[in-house]
């Protein structure tokens, strides 16, 4: 089975994605047998910066929500679904045209109301498309997996379970034995079913008092799921107070630095660009220090194998 290494930040924009493209490029660099999933349905960027888009291998829709679908044959035109207000989130409207119900699909919570109040039994519930999962490869030589949710579907935490599920099978299919998985912000339905079943985590923070907050948070969530993990200052230097306060942070719950990315201006030239900055500027201060970090994080998993 492959090692599972997840990346979150509980605050979005601290450069999570950022960087677990950098970390991927460096370990399949020195040999290691990645993969990269991306995990973050309702944005995900990850592809982009291994110029994958365009290199698709499979791509299958996934029914992860359920909505209410209208049947026209049973349909008597009483006109009490709407006239006795059978849908609490107004997703039924009623089309003067026709005489019948139609259902506004981006607002419909598919709860079911219709399908039991309906006397013609006119209605019913039934899976629908959820979102997509892409199967790509990218420029440097490894698989990308992503998922992306579709307008109005509200089951995202189930679809990173689906694509989870796909990229373990890729992963046993391909040997692929590293799995380093791009995590949601925040500490949501998402954010708990990318970080089941992980062997580590790599939590991204930056200096400023929302992140090390937001931080906090999805630390109380990978502590509840009893998974190892450590800590990556990015913008080190942009606050030093805000830095003091999260090393007093991670010196009181004893938790592992694993390295610090000062600013550098060099990234969003590179972010610009689509290309991680370990390829972007192979020799810039961002890139010592990642390649240090790289270098950590290939122990910690060797220390897993054994």
């Known amino acids: 089975m ?3 290494l997840g990346i979150v930040s509980g605050k979005g924009g601290v450069g999570k994605t950022s960087i677990t493209a950098s ?5 399949a660099e020195e040999g290691l047998p990645v993969i990269a999933v991306d995990t973050d349905v309702d944005a995900p960027n990850l592809a982009i910066l291994f110029q994958a888009k365009n290199n698709q291998v499979q ?6 929500t359920e909505k209410a679908a209208f049947i026209p044959e049973k349909c008597v035109h009483c006109k009490l679904c709407i006239d006795d207000a059978f849908c609490h989130f107004d997703a039924l409207k009623w089309d003067e045209d026709n005489l019948i119900p139609k ?4 607002v419909c919570e598919g709860c079911g109301a219709c399908k039991i109040f309906c006397p013609e039994s006119a209605f019913e519930v039934e899976p629908v498309n959820s979102g997509t999962i892409n199967h790509l490869k990218s420029i440097y030589n490894f698989d990308v997996i992503t998922g992306e949710t579709i307008l109005g579907a509200q089951t995202s935490g189930k679809l990173v379970t689906e694509l989870r599920k796909y990229a373990d099978e890729v992963a046993k299919n391909e040997s692929k034995d590293i799995m380093i998985i791009d995590g949601p912000p925040g500490i949501g339905c998402p954010v708990i079913a990318m970080l089941t079943g992980l062997d580590y985590v790599i939590v991204i923070i930056e200096p400023t008092t929302a992140a090390l907050h937001d931080a906090d948070r999805v630390i109380s969530v990978i502590n509840n799921f ?17 830095n003091k306060r999260i090393k007093e942070y991670l010196n009181k719950n004893k938790i592992e630095l694993l390295g610090e990315i000062p600013l550098d201006s060099e990234w969003p030239y590179a972010i610009a660009k689509g290309i991680p900055i370990i390829k972007d500027h192979p020799n810039g201060i961002s890139a010592q220090n990642l390649k240090k970090i790289s270098k950590k994080i290939n122990v910690i998993i060797k220390e897993k194998e054994k």
Not at 23 to 27: D, G
Not at 59 to 64: A, D, L
Not at 228 to 242: A, H, Q, T, V
Request: proline fraction near 3%; charged fraction near 15%; aromatic fraction near 12%.
């Open 103 to 106: 259902i506004d699909s981006i």
């Open 2 to 4: 492959a090692y599972h």
């Open 59 to 64: 791509e299958f829709h996934v029914k992860t």
């Open 23 to 27: 970390i991927a490029c460096l370990l």
């Open 226 to 242: 009893n998974i190892p993990f450590g800590i990556i200052i990015n913008k080190s230097d942009m606050y030093l107070e805000g």
